[in-house]
């Protein structure tokens, strides 16, 4: 009984002390992708659904064999030119008249809440594509180390949970 007492503490004590944490920490050395909408209105974010998908598919062929973030960098920035073609092709067969902009560099990120974790506002190095005014919601992951070209790789969506949180939802 006393074992028993005791796991559940150490669980319980698990719980709290892993619901406390309110931030994921990126590695500083990260290398982040984002696309963002002309707009919220439904055709917009259409497109950018459109234009991720695509781009995340051609960054895990590019980067799927990568060592290091070195190379990452090396290689994003020897295929800008193709990555704006991609883009470029896939908005013509969308008729998509509007503007774009490809950006590799240091850009800004606001702070997001998703799933319960915190991602701190700041400048990340990153491939940012801007759809014609870019003032809608807009999609963005880790291209390296490749937390979102697991994405592109697998057809079933992938969920990270909490084991000691699942086992207290279920027993208390």
């Not at 290398?31 to 895990?60: G, T």
Request: charged letters at 25%; a negative charge; proline letters at 2%.
């Amino acid at each position: 009984m006393k074992k028993l007492i005791l796991v559940i503490f150490v669980i319980v004590s698990f719980y709290f002390l892993l619901g406390h944490v309110s931030s994921l920490v990126i590695p500083s050395d990260a290398l982040r992708i984002r696309v963002i909408a002309n707009s919220n209105s439904e055709y917009d974010q259409n497109i950018k659904n459109i234009v991720r998908n695509d781009i995340q598919n051609k960054m895990y062929e590019l980067l799927k064999d990568t060592k290091g973030v070195e190379q990452a960098r090396n290689i994003i920035y020897n295929n800008l030119d193709n990555i704006d073609n991609e883009i470029n092709n896939i908005l013509k067969s969308l008729n998509y008249n509007l503007s774009y902009d490809i950006n590799y560099g240091l850009n800004y990120f606001p702070s997001k809440e998703y799933k319960g974790i915190i991602y701190k506002e700041g400048y990340y190095e990153s491939l940012v594509v801007t759809l014609g005014e870019g003032k809608g919601d807009n999609w963005w992951c880790v291209l390296f180390p490749p937390l979102c070209l697991i994405e592109a790789e697998e057809s079933d969506e992938v969920e990270y949970t909490s084991f000691v949180k699942e086992i207290l939802e279920k027993y208390l």
